[in-house]
């Protein structure tokens, strides 16, 4: 305990012990590790069409700033705008997002951390929630693996029961700092205790380049519906600026 105090832990695993679970807004998969004392500002967009009228032209735009406290934790704080087919944009939530590395990239076979998310809504009828993502990742020769499993739990107003469930996989090619191509896969399964049948997951696979070009990263791609709530594609594109 007097570790997690002195490291500066203690913080977000207070949120995580009084927070049940949220989910995420934006196709993104977290790495387990912290660069310390760095600040960046970061901009993740989305958009996605349908063959459905009411899930046509659909914008999402998540823009934030995170902060490496140490070399086991960094901060981040959202807002979260979306725009559809028949609405401007407008500011829909606000997400406070923790990132807890414990361990040195390396250190043990796989790397682990946990990504602790506090996300307020705006919008009457819609719920907020909460989120607790575990993190994972290896890598194999310049294969990097990445797994994200997330539990989540809505509070407020238009809630519903229950704990859901999800999971997100990248797998990347290191070719350079400059160039990383792989793909990328989201499913989600629902209610942890009433899961939903596969029509009616939201599940997108797709490929991905990633890459960091001077002080700015970037991550985009195009990813595919493959279950009847999904999109029928949305393109991302998340840039990242150190400084």
Do not use: C
């Not at 305990?1 to 490291?7: C, N």
């Amino acid at each position: 305990m007097r570790y997690l105090v002195r490291s500066g832990y203690i913080l977000p695993l207070i949120l995580f012990l009084y927070i049940p679970y949220a989910y995420a807004d934006d196709y993104s998969i977290d790495s387990p590790q912290v660069d310390a004392g760095s600040t960046s500002l970061n901009a993740n967009l989305n958009y996605s069409q349908d063959s459905h009228p009411n899930l046509d032209h659909y914008l999402s735009q998540v823009y934030g700033v995170q902060h490496g406290v140490n070399s086991g934790w960094s901060t981040e704080l959202d807002g979260i705008f979306e725009k559809t087919s028949d609405t401007s944009d407008k500011l829909t939530n606000m997400r406070w997002e923790n990132i807890i590395a414990p361990f040195k990239p390396g250190q043990y076979w796989v790397d682990v951390g946990l990504n602790l998310e506090l996300e307020q809504s705006f919008e009457d009828g819609n719920p907020s929630n909460v989120e607790t993502k575990f993190l994972f990742e290896k890598e194999i020769n310049s294969f990097i693996n990445t797994l994200n499993v997330s539990l989540s739990h809505d509070y407020g107003e238009g809630s519903t029961k229950g704990i859901e469930a999800g999971y997100s996989w990248r797998t990347k090619y290191h070719v350079n700092d400059e160039l990383e191509p792989g793909f990328e896969y989201y499913p989600d399964y629902g209610k942890l205790l009433d899961l939903d049948k596969s029509r009616r997951q939201d599940n997108v696979v797709g490929p991905v380049l990633q890459g960091k070009l001077g002080s700015v990263s970037y991550d985009t791609g195009v990813l595919f519906g493959v279950s009847d709530e999904a999109h029928d594609v949305t393109y991302k594109l998340n840039l990242e600026y150190d400084f």
